[in-house]
């Protein structure tokens, strides 16, 4: 019998499932970088054993961003506007990063992770929103030296700190001269090629000796899994048609401004 304490928590799972599908099929990032900090305040409330409890909201944040993520490409792909043959060459190197990212993760601290995905999501909102949108590396997609490695340790840090591939995406593809529309669908692809990897591995990650909120697998706790997903499908389809609609300005400070945000957060969380 559901537990009626339970309803405010289930809302405002609700709520940020709702958000982070927003933010999915608007920015491609996989509502990841807005998840991990809400997840970790009701993880902690729920008891979650302070060493584990950042991999365990990484874990979860990272099972949905498979959900939003096929929403999201779904969407952007009805509008012409993903670039498959880039997902065709990144997906093996994205993999293969993701899954070293995991097992990275649940070697690490919760504080030590916390800052981790604090300093690189500050670092990358700063550039998003002060950096120059029309600098360029090139004019059409890099070569294999390029994006081989670049997709291997994105792959890496976004399993590592359970957000999707907009964060990195994004600002990589516009380098190379990618609308940043396109940009966004692409990335959302990016989501799904690391994120379904990495769910696998968190799921399948050690847990002995912690204490978990109920219905946890491995690192992936099932009911905010559920919850978050269910709202995602239904707001995914508005952020993308957003995309398409708002100028590109707007979008690159919309970007940044929430990253940003996120990573203070987490960062007064880690050292204080």
């Given at each position: 019998m559901f537990d009626p304490s339970l309803l405010p928590i289930l809302l405002l799972l609700l709520a940020t499932g709702a958000f982070a599908g927003l933010l999915s099929g608007l920015l491609g990032i996989g509502g990841g970088i807005f998840l991990v900090p809400v997840l970790l305040f009701i993880f902690r409330g729920l008891g979650a054993?302070?060493?584990i409890v950042m991999q365990l909201c990484v874990g979860t944040?990272?099972?949905?961003?498979v959900a939003t993520s096929i929403r999201s490409v779904?969407?952007?792909h009805g509008r012409g506007a993903v670039e498959v043959g880039i997902l065709r060459a990144w997906a093996p190197w994205l993999a293969v990063g993701a899954i070293l990212g995991v097992l990275t993760a649940t070697t690490l601290k919760s504080d030590t992770l916390m800052l981790i995905f604090g300093g690189l999501a500050t670092v990358m909102g700063i550039y998003m929103l002060a950096g120059n949108p029309n600098w360029r590396l090139g004019d059409s997609h890099p070569g294999l030296r390029v994006y081989a490695p670049y997709s291997g340790?994105?792959?890496f840090v976004c399993a590592m700190i359970g957000i999707g591939g907009g964060t990195f995406g994004v600002p990589a593809l516009t380098a190379y001269g990618t609308p940043i529309n396109r940009a966004i669908a692409?990335?959302?692809?990016f989501g799904l090629l690391i994120s379904l990897p990495a769910s696998v591995t968190y799921v399948l990650a050690s847990t002995d000796d912690v204490?978990?909120?109920?219905?946890?697998?491995g690192l992936v706790s099932l009911p905010a899994f559920l919850a978050i997903t269910a709202m995602t499908f239904v707001t995914v389809p508005m952020g993308a048609r957003l995309t398409h609609v708002l100028p590109t300005g707007r979008l690159r400070k919309v970007f940044a401004l929430f990253i940003i945000l996120a990573a203070l957060n987490m960062l007064r969380k880690a050292l204080f």
């Open positions: 054993s302070d060493g944040s990272t099972a949905t961003i779904w969407a952007h340790v994105m792959g692409t990335s959302a692809g204490t978990l909120p109920p219905f946890t697998l």
